[in-house]
């Protein structure tokens, strides 16, 4: 059970360039979420998932895009890169109900040059 | 949206001492406030959490206490140990079928030896 995985760990992009990264979880989770941090800040929620084929914007999704093909993955896309995109970004996914806990990734160290 | 706010950004304690962190929110409808433990470059984990119609709740060495009249939370830790060491934040989520979580900024405790 390796609960989490997010790749790539780290990434340098260049302005402008696109990437997406990658998120699985195997613990049957329905929903999932991905948060992104800055330094000196808590995580702002980006963009959530309830299920297979449904998504929603949470509080910063500005600059993003989210899939859900499958319920075990859940990918963050940037089409267009920008300096404010320079950030730790996590992966989480938890049972349904609005108290489960989230279960994080290990996140990817993303810096846009 | 919910606004969380968290007090102190950094605390240092002795060995043996105790640790208090303090959040409040603002959105009356928030009912459900965990605590996540970051370790230096590792993902958030859940440590404890607090439903709304709990006052108290402990684990051994670890409490959270909620005044929902004053819109405030608090994580007590006695007995703080170096490996108590890490950044805590606070968190405020309400029923909205997801599990959104409005972070605070975040506190970084330091127990000294």
């Known amino acids: 059970n390796a609960g989490v995985t997010q790749t790539p760990k780290f990434r340098i992009l260049k302005i402008g360039q696109s990437m997406t990264l990658q998120c699985a979880q195997d613990?049957?989770?329905?929903?999932m979420y991905w948060y992104r941090q800055d330094p000196g800040m808590g995580l702002k929620l980006i963009y959530y998932s309830v299920g297979a084929g449904i998504t929603d914007k949470g509080e910063v999704p500005n600059g993003y895009n989210v899939s859900r093909s499958t319920t075990e993955d859940f990918p963050l896309r940037l089409e267009l890169a920008a300096p404010s995109q320079t950030s730790v970004y996590f992966c989480a996914s938890s049972h349904e109900g609005e108290d489960s806990p989230l279960h994080f990734g290990n996140g990817t160290r993303l810096t846009v040059t | 949206g919910e606004n969380v706010e968290q007090h102190p950004s950094t605390l240092s304690v002795q060995e043996g001492d105790s640790a208090v962190i303090k959040c409040t929110y603002s959105d009356s409808a928030s009912n459900y406030f965990p605590w996540y433990k970051q370790e230096l470059g590792k993902r958030p984990q859940l440590i404890i959490d607090i439903r709304s119609n709990v006052g108290e709740k402990k684990d051994q060495r670890i409490a959270v206490t909620l005044n929902k009249t004053a819109k405030h939370f608090s994580l007590h830790i006695t007995e703080t140990q170096p490996e108590d060491s890490a950044v805590y934040f606070c968190?405020?989520?309400?029923?909205?079928?997801?599990?959104?979580?409005?972070f605070g900024t975040g506190t970084r405790l330091t127990v000294i030896p």
């Open positions: 968190a405020a989520s309400k029923k909205t079928g997801a599990n959104n979580l409005f």
């Open positions: 613990m049957n989770h329905n929903y």
